[in-house]
């Protein structure tokens, strides 16, 4: 994959309620991630919107039905909420919320967060943890994916080679 940059903001730092419409405008105008922190751990991430498209086609590439999430911790932590920066609980589904020229909406799982302008989404907010699960499983299905042309060069190359004890 491609050299990742990313901008961080301290939850800290940040004003509360969180400035939703400068975070998405700095991911629009950039077409970087922006990290969300709580004491310098990761909670939650803004990618644009293609970014996610990529990701999740990569991710899933094996998966018929909606990929598996892995749902956090199962130690004894698991009774502990888990905060996210950016949105403190499971929201409910209630009317988009308006940051400028952005629209916030939350997905049907309570947890994800699209931004909309315009009639188009410019930005996805996942957690960290289901950000870490899309980008390692995205790496690891692009890594092994050969396109036929490719496929078909490759196995032609193999044929030519003398066997193993020859060489």
């Known amino acids: 994959m491609d050299d990742v940059v990313k901008i961080v903001v301290e939850r800290q730092y940040a004003p509360n309620p969180i400035d939703y419409e400068r975070l ?7 077409s970087e991630r922006v990290v969300l922190t709580e004491g310098g751990v990761p909670v939650s991430v803004l990618f644009p919107a293609g970014v996610v498209a990529r990701l999740e086609h990569w991710a899933r590439a094996d998966f018929a039905t909606p990929a598996p999430i892995p ?18 609980r499971i929201e409910p589904l209630a009317n988009p919320q308006e940051y400028g ?3 916030r909406y939350v997905r049907a799982d309570g947890r994800r967060v699209s931004f909309v302008r315009s009639g188009t989404v410019v930005a996805v907010q996942l957690t960290a943890d289901e950000a870490a699960w899309l ?3 995205a790496m690891h299905q ?22 193993a004890g020859e060489q």
Not at 24 to 30: F, P
Not at 71 to 85: I, S
């Open 24 to 30: 998405v405008s700095l991911v629009e105008s950039t």
């Open 71 to 88: 749902q956090g911790e199962q130690g004894e932590d698991a009774n502990e909420p888990r905060w996210d920066a950016g949105r403190l």
């Open 101 to 103: 020229p952005y629209t």
């Open 135 to 137: 980008e390692d499983r």
């Open 142 to 163: 692009r890594q092994g994916y050969m396109d036929p042309k490719q496929a078909a060069a490759f196995e032609e190359f193999l044929a030519r080679q003398p066997p």
